[in-house]
């Protein structure tokens, strides 16, 4: 059986005060967001969303079904019984959204989607009259290949690479069979390994791009659950934001909006992201450059292509599909082609969706709840018992590893190595000297002081060379600790921001999923320790 421990973000030390204020419902982000989400008010989200109209839900249904087919996935199950439902009224999404990163990428991907599934469930179970169901919106028009070319697994890192520009989604799965041969060694033999590789090789060979073979291999992991996943470089769909895209180009109100909340933002937090004039990539086959105006022409950097104001309106008009919106702007489109309650995303993404409520407000699109993912640190029962060899609870080792080491050191050595007492004595000594300075002469007190400071600074230098010797005394504990600190945090980081599926898959095999499926509370806004 699962064990699990939570803890709050706040503590945890690798999360932004901006993160845990808004946690905390600080009134001081209360201007930032809409709601809060408490289970209680997404009666009131759904009220908001309520006009999303009939023509957009059949827009959306026809787009789904159409992006499956190109990858050539039967869609059937729960997953075609939710797309069917959009077509009610009272039918609704709960939406997360990342890159394509090869093979999953890092671990928090996973648990994005599981918490999607899981809010989704809970809203459901707690309106029965309404359906809710999670979408994963592929970032598939996203062109920063070096953030999506690579997994770590093991201590070391696996790369594709290519000289291919443009959107990733469009990108050829060439090479990749290359990169899958390596995976197969690292991981070795056993059934769950080979599953897992069988998954990737009929996603990445038998699928045209990295959007395909990304949705081939999410859609096996969790079609069960009825996991709907859209991606919006689709004509369709972006043919819904003309007149939004328009105004970003001719007006720049997104810039103007976005601008000032940031402004008001960085008073107390930080802004994550800035707006441009124009908040748009053109987009073709190899190229997503950014539009800019200049004099009385909008050029794509980058390249030979340029637009008078009526090309460019024109191409507008026929070929919404080129216009790609940027990290300010792909919200909107996504709140504007769904009925949306809630966006679940990672603490730098909550960040940036800060920024956004004044255009959102601009533009007349309700603004989504914001849900912080689930985080996880998962340790399996070879650390469990390491940790508790040591004494150790799990939740000690997210301090630094040398912090957490000199803890230790201090814990075993026969005196206070932070010298407290003596530190006390010196002060007295030197308080002593300052009264016979000033009882016989007042120019020895700077001699006085400078005596102390040195005292004191050698003292500084001592304590810390105890510490260090009583870290060689216990060499060996010293060592245990650093093996179980690089394994659960591996870099000095988050397991959860470093790790691929792949090597918990061939451990756990679908075991992983659902014991997190189970384990975590998408509405419990705590660091989830799970013990394996």
Wanted: overall charge neutral; aromatic content about 10%.
């Amino acid at each position: 059986m699962t064990e699990s421990e939570c803890i709050p973000y706040a503590q945890t030390g690798f999360f932004s005060k901006l993160i845990t204020h808004y946690l905390e419902e600080n009134p001081a982000l209360k201007n930032f967001h809409h709601r809060f989400p408490k289970e209680s008010d997404f009666a009131a989200q759904m009220a908001d969303k309520s006009q999303f109209s009939s023509s957009k839900r059949q827009i959306l249904i026809e787009s789904l079904k159409r992006q499956y087919q190109n990858a050539q996935i039967d869609v059937e199950g729960k997953v075609l019984s939710n797309i069917e439902a959009l077509a009610d009224a009272n039918t609704f999404t709960v939406t997360t959204g990342h890159q394509l990163n090869i093979l999953t990428g890092p671990l928090y991907f996973i648990y994005k989607i599981i918490s999607t599934l899981n809010l989704a469930e809970r809203l459901h179970n707690a309106h029965p009259q309404k359906r809710v169901v999670p979408v994963y919106w592929m970032a598939s028009e996203d062109h920063d290949f070096e953030e999506i070319n690579h997994i770590h697994f093991y201590g070391g890192k696996l790369s594709w690479h290519n000289d291919l520009k443009g959107a990733v989604g469009h990108m050829p799965t060439f090479g990749m069979g290359k990169v899958l041969d390596e995976l197969e060694e690292h991981l070795g033999p056993g059934k769950n390994a080979a599953e897992i590789l069988a998954l990737f090789r009929e996603a990445y060979h038998e699928r045209e791009n990295i959007a395909q073979a990304t949705r081939y291999v999410v859609h096996q992991l969790f079609k069960k659950y009825g996991l709907l996943i859209l991606d919006g470089d689709d004509p369709d769909l972006k043919a819904q934001m003309k007149s939004i895209f328009k105004d970003d180009l001719l007006q720049h109100n997104a810039q103007k909006k976005v601008a000032l909340s940031s402004e008001a933002l960085e008073k107390d937090y930080f802004a994550q992201v800035y707006p441009r004039a124009i908040n748009l990539f053109y987009l073709k086959k190899g190229v997503r450059e950014r539009i800019e105006k200049r004099n009385d022409l909008w050029v794509v950097l980058n390249t030979e292509i340029s637009f008078s104001k009526d090309q460019l309106l024109q191409e507008l008009e026929q070929h919404p599909e080129r216009f790609s919106p940027n990290v300010v702007l792909r919200p909107l489109y996504q709140e504007v082609i769904l009925p949306n309650l809630a966006y679940i995303g990672g603490g730098g993404e909550l960040a940036y969706w800060f920024q956004l409520k004044a255009m959102f407000d601009h533009f007349q699109v309700p603004f989504p709840m914001l849900v912080l993912r689930n985080s996880v640190l998962w340790v399996s029962e070879k650390w469990q018992h390491r940790a508790a060899d040591l004494d150790l609870p799990l939740t000690a080792f997210f301090q630094n590893m040398d912090q957490l080491q000199k803890e230790l050191a201090q814990r075993s050595a026969p005196v206070d190595p932070e010298l407290n007492a003596y530190h006390q004595k010196l002060q007295r000594i030197f308080d002593e000297l300052e009264e016979v300075a000033h009882l016989t002469d007042e120019s020895m007190l700077g001699a006085v002081n400078a005596q102390r400071q040195k005292q004191l600074n050698g003292l500084e230098k001592l304590k810390k060379k105890l510490v260090r010797a009583e870290k060689r005394k216990h060499s060996t504990v010293m060592e245990k600790v650093a093996r179980i600190h690089k394994a659960l945090f591996p870099q000095g980081g988050l397991q959860e921001r470093h790790d691929n599926l792949s090597v918990y898959y061939a451990d756990y095999g679908p075991k992983f999923i659902d014991v997190l499926k189970e384990s975590l509370n998408p509405l419990d806004f705590r660091f989830t320790v799970l013990k394996a």
